[in-house]
């Protein structure tokens, strides 16, 4: 049996097709339908009908709840603690990669983004048992080294932000070394060529030359 022939004109529009029902199913409507209950009062077991239209009094009631300020207050530190340290480590890492390894390249990649794709179930558990109070491989360093009875990461407010800081890092660093690497390859070496015939030394060029190129990279990362 000879199957229809598709017509060149709505021939991208099929192959978008199944993309686009699952973005739209899945990323445009949950955005949507949050905005929308964002200005009504629900009890999602009473269904639909119970919305009753409340306006700004849910804004108002976050504005006055502490938990919402603490919250806040939580997600600034981890963004501090986590996100400004992986762009300082990832953006010189990249630079490296790009200038000294050749031949292993895509190795090291590879190595520095397998966190990155590594489950979330399994990092949860290598973290749990890394940073576990008794018998964590932290705290036996810990007292191996200066004695006394470790560190409980994971019940105290300052050490548990240390630890998913410390998490986050690690399988976030990989990723932003993708992304400044590939920014790095679409530098043109006509700069560096005319930089070092000029005397610029290899801060000069990094300082002018290669940070002025990442900022749409390192804009992109810090968004993220």
Request: net charge positive; with cysteine; hydrophobic share 55%.
């Amino acid at each position: 049996m000879k199957l229809p022939q598709l017509s060149p004109r709505w021939a991208p529009y099929a192959l978008l097709a199944p993309f686009l029902v699952l973005f739209v199913v899945f990323g445009i409507f949950p955005l949507l339908f949050s905005l929308h209950l964002a200005f009504q009062s629900w009890e999602p077991t009473s269904g639909l009908r119970a919305m009753q239209f409340v306006g700004l009094d849910n804004f108002a009631f976050a504005l006055q709840d502490e938990w919402f300020w603490k919250s806040l207050q939580n997600t600034f530190w981890l963004a501090l603690l986590a996100g400004v340290p992986q762009h300082l480590v990832a953006i010189p890492v990249a630079c490296f990669i790009h200038a000294k390894t050749r031949r292993w390249r895509n190795l090291v990649v590879g190595a520095w983004f397998l966190p990155y794709i590594t489950s979330t179930v399994a990092i949860a558990i290598l973290f749990t048992s890394l940073f576990a109070t008794d018998y964590g491989l932290v705290n036996s360093v810990i007292r191996g080294l200066f004695g006394g009875a470790g560190v409980d990461w994971l019940n105290q407010p300052p050490t548990i932000q240390a630890s998913i800081a410390m998490l986050v890092f690690w399988r976030f660093v990989g990723f932003n070394i993708v992304l400044y690497l590939a920014a790095l390859q679409g530098i043109p070496n006509d700069l560096y060529e005319a930089a070092t015939i000029d005397g610029a030394s290899p801060w000069q060029q990094f300082r002018w030359i290669t940070l002025p190129s990442l900022r749409p990279a390192i804009l992109f990362g810090v968004t993220l």
